[in-house]
């Protein structure tokens, strides 16, 4: 069985408590940095660990508050994203709704060692009933001493609050987040500069996801040379993977990177296959963001190599066979689905969530979503096809922000892997109609 | 600027108790930095002033943060969580993203359609129950099909399930009515 860092006692009941919680060795991570450590030697121990951020883009933790400006006088945040928005992904979801106290204690951590004397987390508004959750363990907290002034005696203060969004995928871009967090219509800003130099309220920011500052706890607890060892090699520790689609087992797992992919869909501790005993026809491995892979690039890499969940091995081959690990987010399509029909779906989904700053993004997914949605109706011509790829390429690296890349990648990895769906559905416009690619043709890939 | 006694001859203010709330979220944030409690307090505004945001709701909220009436309305139209316009008592707000859609969400959308006797995605039941919308991803990719009414999720729905809940929903606003 593998090991697990965030997840060891979740089914623990009433872990969701302060008592329980701090019976299961909880706070210590924050007793060990207040009273053993300075706030640099922290950032380095989480340096050291090489955690790579876990809301998708992979960027290292510890570099990202190494990079942060510590001038005079001048307040310094850390902003939890809770924004949790990019489909298929809903791990941080049920950390925190199961486990609450433990990104409390990580953005006590992570506080302390950024200078940090107000944090924020701010989380998506549909997720109004996990805030409350958290504001209950934030109540404990204070009550408990781990957080206000002076935390267990140390000089440290700390005020953690939970904010709201209302509703905006683009907020969980961090500049974005950081504009909703001041109270105004989530635009992505220009950058440079960079949260770290000018953030919330123009002051020096981090923003880290919850997964990230939740793993920060376990670094601290057992040491950065332990962390290393789990994993591999360019790939440390362990991550959480929202597996959903049509598993026979979907849910929240933490997982050893490194694991196979054939192990992690078909093991018995995992998701258990493909549910209702079908074939495995597609897997979206990190998020809508990240490129779709057919059957044949699931379990091996273009070159025959298996295939391990690791932030390398799913991203071996590039975007050509390859796709990365993002947010986790692990959506997996049995024989029955139609690439042409989901990949339409996302592309509404990007039109719908694009804020409109940049020309674009906010023509280029809306068009695309309108040319996918003809050829998904069987008025589709083959021209079309050639249309999105021009469309991507326009949309690609022209805005502020990655949403408008996040956009077009699955539509342009679409159609590198499944052209010739989209090719029927325009010369079989009458059957496009009658219903699904993939239960007409049944064109799955036998494992 | 209409003053704040203008607005609220014209909606009626927060309870005490709703109040104080809202002097406590302006208090999570720094000094001059009010403006930051606005998504927080559109939704306290939406849940106790009939579920949607009226330009007068927006006006007092923008008295409440000392911020301009257009700083509210900028907000409250981009972000998608509020309405603005009336809805039913219920709004069944389903997601139809791809992990959703994978397992049905199509289907349930229909089902519901059908059970309220309405012909498409935002209209309400004739009854003033129930009203459909469709949504974003809403991060319950696992345990899909899904919908959200208020700050609750529904999960793994069937068309049985969504029955049960029309009844259950039902059954929640009689009562209420009838303590009232």
Known sequence: MSRKLLLEHINVPGIETYDVYRNHGGYKSVEKALKTMSPQEVVEEVQKSALKGRGGAGFPTGMKWSFLAKPEGVPRYLVCNADESEPGTFKDRYLMEKIPHLLIEGMIASSYALG????YIYIRGEYYFVLEILEKA??????????????????????????????????GEETALLESLEGKRGNPRMKPPFPAIKGLYGCPTVVNNV??????????????????????????????????????????YEIELGLSVEEFIYGDDWCR?????????????????????????ITKTAAGETRYMSYESLSDGGFATGSMLGSGGFIVFDEDQCIVRNTWNFARFYSHESCGQCSPCREGTSWMEKVLRRIENGEGNMRDIDLLADINKKIEG???????????WPVAAAIRHFREEFEWHVTNPQDALKGNYGLLKTPAITL | MISTQEIQAKRPPFSAEK?????????????????????????????????????????????LLDIQPIEVYEVATFYTMFNLEPTGKFVFEVCRTGPCMLVGSDNIIEYIKKKLGISKVGETSADGMFTLKTAECLGACGYGPMLQCGKTYHEHLTPEKVDALIEEYRAKYSSTNSQN
């Open chain 1, 116 to 119: 940090a004397n107000t944090s």
């Open chain 2, 19 to 63: 109040l104080e709330e809202v002097q406590g979220v302006i208090k999570q944030f720094p000094e001059g930095r009010q403006k930051s409690a606005i998504l927080r307090v559109l939704h306290i505004a939406e849940e106790e002033f009939g579920g949607w945001l009226s330009p007068e709701t927006m006006d007092y909220v923008a008295g």
């Open chain 1, 138 to 171: 934030i109540a404990e907290a204070y009550k408990n001493g781990w957080l206000g002034k002076n935390i267990q005696g140390s000089g440290y203060d700390l005020d953690l609050y939970v904010a709201p969004g209302g509703g905006a995928y683009i907020c």
């Open chain 1, 211 to 252: 997964e990230s500052i939740a793993t920060v706890v376990p670094i601290l607890n057992i040491g950065a040379d332990e962390y290393l060892k789990i994993g591999t090699e360019k790939s440390s520790g362990t991550k959480l993977i929202s597996a959903c689609g049509n598993l026979a087992r979907p849910g929240v």
């Open chain 1, 273 to 297: 296959g493909i549910a209702n005993g079908k074939k495995i026809k597609a897997l979206i491995p990190g998020g809508s963001s990240v490129p779709i892979l057919p059957a044949h690039l």
């Open chain 1, 398 to 408: 022209n805005t502020i922000c990655p949403l408008g890349d996040a956009a077009a």
